[in-house]
Each structure stands twice: as C-alpha cells, then as structure tokens.
C-alpha cells in the first residue's frame, strides 16, 4: 500500500463510526430504557430495568395521566406556553421592525440594553420581582407569569427577527410607503409575512423554553390547581419516585409532544437555539 | 409643543404640519413600536434588579418594613457564614468540570463528524436531542437509572458487580460531580452541534493542505480544527463561565443542596433564604454578588481581548 502522501488515514471512518455509535448509545440509550419502562408492570421493573417488556402494560399511562394530574396540567402549560409565543412574537416583532426599518433613534442604546437585560441573572432580581408581583395580585396568575416570559424571552427574539428582518428587501415597504401606508400597515401586512420563517423559528424556540422552564414557574405558580407539567412532574417524580413505571409513563407523555415538534421543525429548532446560544 | 405653535400662526401653516407630522413619523413611530416590550422589561427585569441593590442592604424579611442595616450582609456573607464560602467552592468545581467535560466530549464529536457524509444528519440529530428534554426528566430519570435500589446500578448490584452499592447522589464526596454528570449529559450535545458549525465553516481545502503536509489526526485537529472554531470555542468557554455561577435547576431538582450542603451552590443559598428563611434582604445580597462574579468574568474577557488576546 504504497501511498505518496500522508498515511492514507482519509479513506477510513470506521473508528469515527464506532466512536459516534457509543456516544449515540450514551444519548439515547437512558431515554429508550425509559420508553420501555414505562410499559412494564412494577414488579417486571424489578427483575429486568433494562431489556424488552415480557407485557405491556400500557394502563400505566392511564393512571400516569391520572395520578399526574395531566388532564390540568396540560392545559396549564399550554396556556403559559401559547400566551408567551404570541406575547413575544408581536411585541419582540414590532421592536425588530422598528430596530431594522425605521431608523430609530438611540437604536445601539437599546439594543446595548437588551442585551445587558438579557443577561442579568434571574436570581439577582427574583426575590424583589416576586414580592412585586404578590403585591400587585400576579402571583399565582398565568398572565402574571406569561408577563415574565415574555420580558425573559423578547431579547433573544428580538435579535434574531432584527437580523431576519435586515436581509428583506426594501422595495415592498418602499413601494406601500409611497402609496401612503402607515408603518403599523407595512409591519402587519408587509414584513411580518415576509419574515415568517423567522417568526416561526422564534415562536419554536420561545415555545420549548416555556414548555420546559422550572425556577419561575415553581416559584410564581404555588397553587396545586395552576402547576405545569413541569412543576406537576417534580411533586409527582419525587412522590411516586419508587414507582419507576408510573413516572416514566409520566415522562413520556411530557416529552412526546416536545419531540414530535421538534423532529418536525428539527432544523428551524437547531438554528434558532444556536443562534440563540451564540447571540444571546 | 410646535403643533399648538403652528395652530396660533396661521401663516406657517400650510409648511409647518407637514413638517411636523414628517418628524413625528422619523422619531417618535419608531419608538411606539418599541415601547411595550421596553416597558415590560423594565418592569420585569431593570425595576427589580436596582431594588435588589437597595434591599440587599436591609434585614428585610419579604414582607412587611426594610430596615437599612448598611453593609452588614455583605459582612455577614463574606466572613462570617460558612456556607457562602463552601457554596462558592462548589460553583468553582462546578466551573472546573464544565470547562472540560462537556467541551471535551462536544470537540471530540463534532471533529469525528465532521468529515463524515452518511448518516451526518441522523447523528447530529440524535446527539441533540437530549437538549431539548425538559431538566425534571432528565433529573429524575438518571436518579433512578443509578439508584442503587432500582434502576440499572441496582441490578449490577444485585449480580455483585463491585463498585455499584454506593449511593452516589447520597454521599458528600460523590454528589456533585454526579450531578454535574447528568447536567452534562443533556448538555453536551448542543455544545457538539454548535462546534460542529463552525467546522463546517472551515475552507476544506486547509484540511487538503494539512493533509498533504502528512499532517496526523491530532496534527490536523490541533492546527487547523481548533483555530477555525477559535470565535464558537471561546465564546462558549465565556458562557460556560458565567453559567457555572448561576447554575440551580439540576442540583435543585435532585438534592436540593444536600446532603448536608454538599451540593449548594449560591443560586441555592438565594432560593433558600428568600423562600424557607425568609431573610429577603440577605438572600438580595448574595444575587448581587452572583451578578458581581459574572461581571468579574466578563470584564476579565474584555481585558484580555483589549490586551490583544485573539478572542
């Protein structure tokens, strides 16, 4: 074998493959023995954490829902989850509109502002937001917290429908400018249906973010009857935490819904989150 | 002001609304479209972090009156409670642990995938996916995968594997870093995927060039790899920083702290105090030295970068 150049090691990726394949087995081998788990009955559990089911026993999933409380949960979250997408989307929208189209004022100082807001920590300013907030009636609100999302979650959205919006070009705006369109107009009827892989790619990852976030909504949503599925699970996992069926049936039914999404969206969601990871 | 000017001088009028109106359009229409979100941040974020200033120097308890004790719970945290020391020690091997771990894992991956065509799509999806699991999941599922008890460590156990009876979220001396391995098990892959990028980015033809040089694996990685993502890698190592000392939901979630402090990191200590001591005041004082350590690591990045170090 003789070779003119280097050692030939270009035509070889099977270490490469093997190496990928542990790391692979690593990821996902703790989620699969959770699926699996999550049909076993609780004495198989016992016997055999780790192989096939010998019965399924998929009326874990209707106790999970039940015991969980899912059918409250569910909505809960999907009510936290909706209010903060929209909320960030029209109001991060108009603020990209207004930092990318219309020459505004002060448009480095603001955006200089987001950013040292958006890296804040939230435990700087946690203890005197929530006194705040049980002052002015917003705790153990769902507007109260989707109010917090939105401010913790515009920045990133912002940046990221700025940068989208600066790539448009100009003659549409231009054009309805002329025949007498007012900003609000060429915003709603122009731009934003221009830039909606944008939006969408915020609204994704805005979306996952609520979905999955803990500290806040632990700490701003106390009562039994407004927890997410998230807060839900934590009370849930630790009480039922011998009971390794139940809770991975939980478990499932909480991710499904993230993971169906997310292999849907799979690239508007790895874009938006690195992107997001590197501006924000 | 100008409007009721130009009402009262008729003469200008048919010049000055125009103009007016072409003003207000310029200056004021862009700053209406970002006043909503500007209020709310100011409500959410800057209002309540400049109160937390001032109450971190009080003995406010989070409800009821603030009485201004000056400096004293600076006092308090710096010399005389020991757990603000051990819980800074923690954010620190806490730090230690993600500088290396994940990034190590994340360039390893990304640099074997890299030159990889078949399969490249499926694989950096499926190392991803653990990113996007929600924390309480991941916590507890991994809780239970090494509970000595139950779980994959239980049935080693059972079959006398040496090594697999030892409670590691229980001990003080294995808490932590087992902890910080299931974090790091969610995190790694996103930290892969974004390296991954950036050697993407890297003209093909310098591999060319190294591999004709007869340039070995590490040769190529650590000449022609490691510079190409020099912007990703030292960006992600200043966040990494700055995370390290705000960490909380894992260790939260699993321990809450313990046991016996061995977990606390300050983000806990300010849980603690502000909602099971109800010592607000001191709780704001240790959110402001946490916010004082990140702006500690930013300005060294800024230092460093104004010294004329390339990152």
Known sequence: ?280 | MRDTAVQTHPSLALHRPRWSRARLRRHAVPWLFVLPILLINLLVVLGPAVAAVYYSMTDWSGIGAADFVGLANYQELFFEDPSFLSAFVHNVVWLAMFLTVPIAMGLIAASLLAPIRRGALFFRLALFIPYVLPSVVVAHLWSSLIHPDRGVVGWLNERGVPGTDIALLGRESTVLPTIAFIDNWRWWGFLMVLFLAGMQNIPPDLFEAARLDGANRWQEFRDVTLPGIRPVLVFMILMTSIWSFLTFDFIWIITQGGPAGASEVLSILVFKNAFQNFEAGYAAAIGITMSLFVGVVISIFVVLRRRGWEI
């Open chain 1, 1 to 280: 074998m003789n070779r003119p150049f280097g050692r030939g090691r270009d035509l070889s990726l099977t270490p490469n493959y093997v190496v990928l394949v542990a790391l692979l087995i690593f990821s996902l081998g703790p989620l699969a023995i959770m699926v699996l788990n999550s049909v076993k009955s609780r004495a198989e559990i016992g016997e055999n954490p780790l192989g096939l089911p010998n019965d399924f026993e998929w009326s874990n999933y209707a106790r999970a829902w039940e015991v969980g409380n899912f059918s409250t949960t569910m909505v809960n979250s999907g009510l936290l989850v909706a209010g903060s997408v929209v909320g960030v989307l029209v109001l991060g929208g108009m603020a990209a509109y207004s930092l990318a189209k219309l020459n505004l004022s002060g448009a480095g100082a603001l955006m200089l502002f987001l950013l040292v807001i958006s890296s804040l920590p939230i435990h700087l300013f946690l203890v005197p937001l929530f006194v705040l907030w049980r002052e002015i009636g917003l705790l153990n609100s769902f507007v109260g917290l989707v109010i917090i999302y939105i401010a913790l979650n515009a920045p990133l959205g912002i940046f990221l429908l700025r940068s989208y919006m600066l790539q448009l070009p100009r003659d549409f705006e231009d054009a309805a400018r002329v025949d007498g369109a007012g900003e609000w107009q060429i915003f709603a009827r122009i731009v934003v249906p221009l830039s909606w892989p944008g939006f969408l790619t915020v609204g994704l990852v805005v979306a996952l973010a609520v979905w999955n976030e803990f500290l806040l909504a632990t700490v701003f949503l106390q009562d039994e009857s407004k927890f997410t599925v998230i807060t839900s699970y934590q009370n849930f996992a630790t009480r039922f935490s011998r009971d390794w069926s139940l809770t991975s049936a939980a478990a499932v039914m909480m991710i499904l819904p993230i993971l169906v999404i997310f292999l849907i969206f799979q690239r508007r969601f790895i874009e938006g989150m690195t992107q997001g990871g590197m501006k924000g």
